[in-house]
């Protein structure tokens, strides 16, 4: 897991591949905020981000998920939400694929929580276990931005 600001990308010590997509006009935190709900893929990019509304719920009603072929680039936009990680990898034959590349898991120790708010970011590398749209206080509307990063780019 990594965390950071958009607005202070230098100190949160991305990956090059990581760095220089955030770091692209479009993917600024006001361009993030203006960008109309849906997805963002610039053409020719193997990356892409969906931007749009999403509740937060008591931790205890969340689910756990962790990608493998994907990294999850969570920016909040507005709101504030906790976002619960693990720091191991603890994939077990018993987790349920949701989706392509989305599993959810009930076995992962998550002794990180971090809180978000608009312009933060946390990065999920594959296998990453992470709870994300978590309350602070009450539940929420918050508006993110989740980037989608094949792990074919952070291998250069």
């Not at 709900?37 to 689910?63: M, S, V, Y």
């Not at 990608?67 to 976002?83: C, F, K, N, P, S």
């Amino acid at each position: 897991m990594i965390l950071g600001n958009l607005n202070a990308l230098p100190q949160a010590g991305l990956p090059a591949a990581l760095r220089d997509i955030l770091a692209l006009p479009q993917c600024s935190l006001a361009a993030l905020q203006a960008h109309a709900d849906g997805r963002l893929q610039p053409e020719q990019a193997a990356w892409f981000c969906n931007i749009g509304p999403a509740k937060t719920q008591p931790q205890a009603q969340r689910h756990t998920e962790y990608h493998r072929l994907w990294a999850d680039i969570q920016v909040l936009l507005t709101g504030e939400e906790m976002i619960n990680a693990g720091t191991q990898y603890l994939a077990q034959e018993s987790d349920e694929q949701r989706k392509p590349d989305l599993y959810i898991t009930t076995a992962a120790a998550l002794p990180v929580s971090v809180t978000l708010r608009a312009g933060d970011f946390a990065v999920f590398l594959p296998g990453e276990p992470h709870q994300a749209l978590c309350a602070v206080n009450e539940p929420m509307t918050v508006r993110k931005a989740v980037f989608k990063v094949p792990c074919e780019l952070l291998e250069g």
